[in-house]
T-cell receptor, first 115, second 113 residues
């Protein structure tokens, strides 16, 4: 049971480049979320999904796209990278019900620098 | 935003001492959770307290919740150097769900050996 797996761990982009941050979970969780963590700002929600085929915006969605074609995968796409998107990105998943509902399981993070 | 706010932002104590961190939030909630983040790692869930609970224990952790004051505290007793980490509170809005947790900015705890 790998939990939540994020790839890559590190990435350097040039302004204007696009890329996809991968996130996969093997716990059959319905809920998946993407956060960014910046110094002094805590974690901020980018996009989230309550199940395959359903996504919605969080607090800071601009410049990012998501899709959820399967329960396991929830990729985050940067369409045209900007220096302001330099951050650490975390993917998380959780059950939607039952005794373990609400508890989020986090990946190890992707550290992204945009030059 | 109903973002939680932790207090203090940083805390430095000696091994064996107790550490207390506080969290305040703005709107009614279903649950409040505490997470730990070791340097360079993802967050790890520590404890969840529901809005109808006032206190909860897990090992050396004690969490209290005062919904009238919209605040919670996390107490770590008999701290160890391994407790050095950042601690975050997270809330889910009463009208929302667990997929929309809102995190505070965290308290950075340093436990000196």
């Amino acid at each position: 049971n790998a939990g939540v797996t994020q790839t890559p761990k590190f990435q350097v982009l040039k302004t204007g480049q696009s890329m996809t941050l991968q996130c996969a979970q093997d716990m059959n969780h319905e809920y998946m979320s993407w956060y960014r963590q910046d110094p002094g700002m805590g974690l901020r929600l980018i996009h989230y999904s309550v199940g395959a085929g359903i996504t919605d915006q969080g607090e800071v969605p601009n410049g990012y796209n998501v899709s959820r074609s399967t329960t396991e995968d929830f990729p985050l796409r940067l369409l045209s990278a900007a220096p302001s998107q330099t951050s650490v990105y975390f993917c998380a998943s959780s059950y939607s019900g039952g005794s373990l509902a609400n508890i989020q399981y986090f990946g190890a993070g992707t550290r992204l620098s945009v030059l | 935003s109903q973002q939680g706010e932790e207090d203090p932002q940083a805390l430095s104590i000696q091994e064996g001492e107790n550490a207390t961190m506080n969290c305040s939030y703005k709107t009614s909630i279903n649950n409040l959770q505490w997470y730990r983040q070791n340097s360079g790692r993802g967050l790890v869930h520590l404890i969840l307290i529901r809005s109808n609970e006032r206190e909860k224990h897990s090992g050396r952790l004690r969490v209290t919740l005062d919904t009238s004051k919209k605040s919670s505290s996390l107490l770590i007793t008999a701290s160890r150097a391994a407790d050095t980490a950042s601690y975050f509170c997270a809330t889910d809005a009463e009208e929302g769900g667990s997929e929309k947790l809102v995190f505070g900015k965290g308290t950075k705890l340093t436990v000196n050996p």
